[in-house]
C-alpha cells in the first residue's frame, strides 16, 4: 500500500510538506514520483526521484518551488512545496516506477507499478 499524506489548506505564497509513505514493501527498489489532478484537468507529473543514483527531475511548472527528496530509512518520499499558488490546487498522488524522464517539461515515471492514494491541496486566501 502507498499512501500520500500531508495536504491541507494553505495560503498563497506558503509551504506544505508532502509525504509518500509504503507499507509491505520498501520504496528504495523503486523510482518515486509524484503528480497532481485538478478538477477537469488531466493528471499531471510533478516530479520524479530515480532509483539508482537519486537524480530528480522536475515538472517546468513546479521547478524551484519544489523539491523531492527519498529518506529510506523513514521508508518515505516527501514532496517540499514552496510558494504555492492557486492554480497548485489539486490532488496530490505518488506513485512506483522504473525510471524517471522528463518529456516536454514534464517529469515523467516509466514502468508504473504502484499507484498511491491522494491527499487534497487547497491554496486559497
Known amino acids: 500500500q502507498l499512501q500520500a499524506s500531508g495536504g491541507g489548506l494553505v495560503q498563497p505564497g506558503g509551504s506544505l510538506r508532502l509525504s509518500c509513505v509504503a507499507n509491505?514493501?520498501?520504496?528504495?527498489?523503486?523510482?518515486i514520483a509524484w503528480f497532481r489532478q485538478a478538477p477537469g484537468k488531466e493528471r499531471e507529473g510533478l516530479s520524479c526521484?530515480?532509483?539508482?543514483?537519486?537524480?530528480?527531475y522536475y515538472t517546468d511548472s513546479v521547478k524551484g518551488r519544489f523539491t523531492i527528496s527519498r529518506h529510506n530509512a523513514e521508508n518515505t518520499v516527501y514532496l517540499q512545496m514552496g510558494s504555492l499558488k492557486s492554480e497548485d490546487t489539486a490532488t496530490y498522488s505518488c506513485?512506483?516506477?522504473?525510471?524517471?524522464?522528463?518529456?516536454?517539461?514534464?517529469?515523467?515515471?516509466?514502468?508504473?507499478?504502484?499507484w498511491g492514494t491522494g491527499t487534497q491541496v487547497t491554496v486559497s486566501s
Open positions: 506513485a512506483t516506477g522504473f525510471s524517471c524522464a522528463v518529456v516536454a517539461g514534464e517529469a515523467i515515471l516509466n514502468g508504473v507499478n504502484y
Open positions: 509491505g514493501f520498501t520504496l528504495d527498489r523503486y523510482a
Open positions: 526521484i530515480s532509483l539508482s543514483d537519486g537524480k530528480t
